[in-house]
């Protein structure tokens, strides 16, 4: 199937081709090949407010808070061309600010929610983190138990949130709480959005096994937020957090293929200088990852054509979230195969954005291989495990009957 774009969309293309040809030096090789951790980010927080200099971020938000009302075949040919010329598409935290909860407020927020945020987003005054997990309440959400109860003019919450990404990085949280104790399971529960950086929130980093802090403990103890920052009717944040998954899940369903092809291709230049691209086992598996690709090429633009901006993306995210986390934990168990004994020797740095495909540019090195292979697994666990994604299609799409609650 040959797609084409639209012209207005191919103009645009032909902007971005612009942009990169006077922000990036002459033979930029991706930033895959900065060699060192700490460079390598100091370039992406750069990087950033090039994009955000540049109006390409946020792109298919409304133009009243700082978007360009585009469409999103617009951010498909976006991510089309900073893949092509190995450059990030913002920073850790903008996959919580930007892709989630720009997202989710466009939805539910008040015009005022809108106005006050959605710039601050863009311009990264604020970065977001997302607390939603807690020590005994993962997959079973619904049974969290921060509490948050109105005081005057302002939120007041106690309790304990889990696994947090970027916490540390952040100074906005953006939570469920239960407002209503007297409700149990989903009702009774408040989308809050609450400043980090107060006496009453700790965050304590959880070191990982490679040495790096991706997450953390995030504590509140009397911690405040004003009352206007709830998200939709109080006690009824489900389907505010519901609409936010939803985008956590499947909003990169079109734009998460032309990543993987980049590391695909990646991966065949690997099999060719291990000369194992001859051996017909190893070929078979790569003829499955690129076919795997292409399908989630498809199942991507079939998203783009359901969906307009601020709408619920439904069960279809669980679908691409499902396909493409599976597709990677194959995808760089063969990576590793390829490597052989080399593959258990990390060197060159792992990538940088930590849960997701290799950055592009890296050469072939054991240590971003590996990397993406633990982080592969990560996929299939956050933003709801492979088995969580599985029920709801059981029940959501294919009329299943719902499995048994416990408690
Ligand atoms: C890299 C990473 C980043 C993360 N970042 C964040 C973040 O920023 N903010 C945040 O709030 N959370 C974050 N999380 C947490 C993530 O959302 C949870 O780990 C996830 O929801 C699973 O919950 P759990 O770890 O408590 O596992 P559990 O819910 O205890 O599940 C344990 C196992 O039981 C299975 N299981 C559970 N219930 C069922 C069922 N009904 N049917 C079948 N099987 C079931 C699960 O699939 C899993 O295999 C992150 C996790 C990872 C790995």
New binding site residues.
């Given amino acids: 199937m040959d797609i084409s774009y639209p012209a207005e969309v191919e103009s645009f293309r032909a902007e971005v081709r612009a942009v990169l040809a006077e922000e990036l030096p002459p033979g930029w090789p991706g930033i895959g090949a900065i060699a060192v951790r700490e460079e390598a980010e100091r370039f992406a927080a750069r990087w950033r407010r090039v994009l955000y200099r540049r109006g390409l971020l946020g792109i298919t938000w409304p133009p009243e808070y700082g978007g360009r009302g585009l469409s999103r075949l617009h951010q498909v040919v976006l991510v089309e061309e900073l893949a092509r010329a190995g450059v990030p598409l913002g920073e850790h935290t903008d996959l ?1 600010g930007l892709k989630m909860l720009g997202s989710t407020l466009l939805r539910w927020g008040t015009a005022e929610q809108r106005r006050w945020f959605l710039p601050r987003i863009l311009s990264g005054t604020d970065r977001w ?5 807690e020590p005994d ?5 619904a049974a969290l138990a921060t509490r948050a109860v109105l005081d005057g003019s302002q939120w007041v919450i106690d309790g304990q ?7 540390h990085r952040a100074n906005w949280i953006f939570l469920l709480a239960r407002t209503d104790p007297r409700r149990r399971g989903h009702a009774g529960l408040s989308f809050l959005l609450c400043p980090l950086d107060q006496p009453g929130i700790e965050i304590r980093p959880i070191r990982q096994l490679t040495g790096e802090i ?2 953390n403990e995030v504590f509140f103890a009397g911690a405040r937020t004003a009352a206007i920052n709830v998200v939709g009717p109080p006690g009824e944040g489900w389907p505010v957090a519901m609409t936010l998954l939803g985008h956590e899940r499947g909003e990169e369903a079109a734009t998460n293929p032309i990543l993987f092809r980049a590391e695909l291709d990646r991966l065949l230049t690997l099999a060719a200088e291990r000369g194992r691209d001859r051996d017909p086992l190893i070929r078979q598996r790569l003829a499955w990852c690129y076919a795997r690709v292409e399908i989630m090429r498809y199942l991507g633009y079939r998203i783009l054509t359901q969906l307009g901006s601020g709408t619920d993306l439904g069960p279809a995210a669980s679908a691409a979230k499902l396909y493409w986390s599976e597709y990677h934990v194959a995808a760089t168990e063969l990576a590793l195969d390829i490597q052989g004994l080399d593959g258990l020797v990390p060197q060159g740095r792992g990538p940088l954005r ?2 997701r495909t290799d950055d592009p540019g890296a050469p072939n090195s054991s240590g971003s291989w590996l990397g993406a292979f633990c ?1 592969a697994r ?1 996929g299939t ?8 994604q599985r ?1 709801i299609l059981a029940e959501r799409v294919l009329g299943l009957p719902r ?1 048994q609650r416990h408690g």
């Fill in positions: 919580f983190c997302q607390g939603f997990s309440a993962g997959s079973d959400l949130k889990i696994w947090t990404s970027v916490a991706d997450f930590a849960v982080n990560a666990i956050y933003a709801g495990t492979s088995e969580v029920n499995e």
